[in-house]
């Protein structure tokens, strides 16, 4: 499967954003899926995932009351609505699908993702 981020850009704090991960090449019913992000100078870090059901989520702990995470199957897409942007949100945001996960299960390691995205980059000003 490939998936193709979109959706960043240039907000001031306080603003919003959704990003979107559209796949191609396989349907992206088959994957859990997953969002991660690297700021400047930093490692690369979950930031949300969202079981191949679509019924659970997990969200890394300073995003979990800012940020959703949802799929539309019918649209091979996964999204991230991004509320209450903060300069330290500021990074290069990935996408990425497991192929092989339990039904119900989010996974929060970027090890376990076999396929990424090539990021889409959001810039929160102060």
């Known amino acids: 499967v490939q998936l193709q981020a979109s959706g960043g850009g240039l907000v001031q704090a306080g603003a919003s954003l959704r990003l979107s991960c559209a796949a191609s090449?396989?349907?992206?019913?088959?994957?859990?899926l997953g969002w991660f992000r690297q700021g400047p100078g930093k490692e690369r870090e979950f930031v949300a995932a969202i079981s191949r059901s679509g019924a659970n989520t997990n969200y890394e702990y300073s995003v979990k009351d800012r940020f959703t995470c949802s799929r539309d199957n019918a649209k091979n897409t996964v999204y991230l609505q991004m509320n209450s942007l903060k300069p330290e949100d500021t990074a290069v945001y990935y996408c990425a699908a497991k192929s092989i996960t339990y039904y119900q299960r989010p996974y929060y390691k970027a090890a376990d993702y076999d396929f990424w995205g090539q990021g889409t980059l959001v810039t929160v000003s102060s």
């Open positions: 090449g396989d349907a992206l019913k088959n994957y859990g």
